[in-house]
Each structure stands twice: as structure tokens, then as C-alpha cells.
């Protein structure tokens, strides 16, 4: 686990009212580190759960003296996310060149059982 995020997801669980933005912090990082193995499988069942955190995190007002720390904790999800994402677009491509060349083999394997 990152160091920051570490720090910062203590630092946000000890504030009392987010304990569940610690936990969406925590699981954006180990969705990451999933999705930089090709795990995505578990990065979308992990999904499902960062969202129910992020819901209940946010169903209640943020006090002023948590702001800071929300917004650090935010800053860093997105940053996280953001590289998720450019992942899950590598990956789709990765699908689509294989996909792409499983048809070009089975027309090749065609032509030649017709020949």
C-alpha cells in the first residue's frame, strides 16, 4: 500500500465523519493496483463496493474543519482514477487488436480447409 494514501486515508478515518471516504480511498488504490495486473475481474467488484462507500460518505453534510482533508483525500482518488481509467482503455484496445487477429487466423485457417 502507498504510503501516502495510507497516511491520508488514517488521517481522514481518524476525523470521525468519513470513515467511509478512508475506505473508498483505500479500495481506489487496491483497484489500481488490480487493474495494473489485468485483475479486472476484481477491480469491478471492487467498484461496487468504493461506490456504496463514496454514497454513504456523501450523504451527509462535511464540516468545515474536515474540508481540507476531504478535499486531499478527493485530490487523490481522482488522480488514482484517472490512471484506472487510462488503464481500462489500454486494456479495451488490447481486446479489440486480439480480437481482430483471432478473426484474421480463423479466416486464414478457413481458406486453407478450403483449399
Known amino acids: 500500500m502507498d504510503s501516502f494514501s495510507k497516511s491520508l486515508a488514517d488521517e481522514v478515518r481518524n476525523s470521525e465523519s468519513a470513515p467511509n471516504l ?3 480511498l ?3 488504490e487496491q483497484m489500481l493496483k488490480l487493474a495494473r495486473s489485468n485483475e479486472w475481474e476484481t477491480v469491478t467488484a471492487l ?3 468504493r461506490k456504496i462507500a463514496i454514497e454513504t460518505c456523501f450523504a451527509y453534510p462535511i464540516s468545515d474543519s474536515q474540508s481540507g ?5 478527493l485530490a487523490a482518488m481522482l488522480q488514482m482514477n484517472e490512471e484506472l481509467v ?3 482503455e489500454s ?3 488490447q481486446v479489440a487488436i486480439k480480437r ?3 478473426r484474421r487466423i480463423k479466416r486464414s485457417v478457413a ?4 483449399v
Open 91 to 93: 486494456a479495451k484496445e
Open 111 to 114: 481458406h486453407y480447409l478450403d
Open 69 to 73: 482533508v476531504f478535499s486531499e483525500a
Open 47 to 49: 467498484e461496487k463496493e
Open 100 to 102: 481482430s487477429d483471432q
Open 22 to 24: 478512508a475506505d473508498a
Open 86 to 88: 487510462s488503464l481500462l
Open 26 to 28: 483505500l479500495l481506489t
